[in-house]
């Protein structure tokens, strides 16, 4: 159980950044806010050092590509959880396909180094101050981010493939 709830925790938030919070939810009983791209560093720098939240343990940075919706095609999200307090808490920050750029939290989490590197190498999401920002998994010659949804997942040039069998009509 934890120590401290949802509402408190976003309450707290909205004291210092509400300007920045641009919406939340609970799904699954997770916080989970949208964040200003240009504040995330803050805002995580905050929470980890705040006195009452203490998000000391970064989980996860990942990235998404939504390639419908307008200047929001990339996400950054952000898992962090508060050891003392028992608490989860997820973060979202939109960026434009145009310039996926976000500031690195390596020198908050330094957990976050081989995080950022997988989200580039996948996805091409540019976190401005990382010590090592290169790929970390696929080959170096790659020009291209293997998991955005610009690319078919099947050859449609294909002719010897009938839909039928794979209940397409």
């Not at 200003?36 to 705040?50: A, C, G, Q, R, V």
Request: one cysteine or more; charged letters at 30%.
């Amino acid at each position: 159980m934890s120590a401290i709830s949802n509402e408190q925790v976003l309450k707290r938030l909205n004291e210092f950044f509400e300007a920045d919070i641009l919406s939340n939810e609970e799904p699954f009983g997770l916080l989970t806010l949208e964040i200003t791209p240009s504040k995330s560093y803050e805002i995580i720098e905050w929470l980890k050092n705040d006195t009452v939240l203490q998000c000391d343990f970064l989980t996860n940075i990942a990235a998404i590509h939504y390639p419908k919706d307008t200047n929001r095609e990339m996400v950054v999200v952000y898992q962090l959880h508060s050891w003392r307090n028992n608490f989860r808490l997820r973060l979202k920050a939109f960026l434009p396909i145009s310039n996926p750029s976000i500031a690195t939290i390596v020198p908050i989490y330094n957990g976050a180094n081989w995080m950022e590197r997988e989200s580039y190498d996948f996805f091409g999401v540019n976190f401005t101050g990382h010590p090592d920002l290169r790929r970390i998994l696929n080959e170096d010659s790659m020009d291209y981010f293997p998991m955005r949804k610009e690319f078919h997942l099947e050859d449609e040039t294909r002719e010897d493939k009938d839909d039928r069998f794979f209940g397409r009509f």
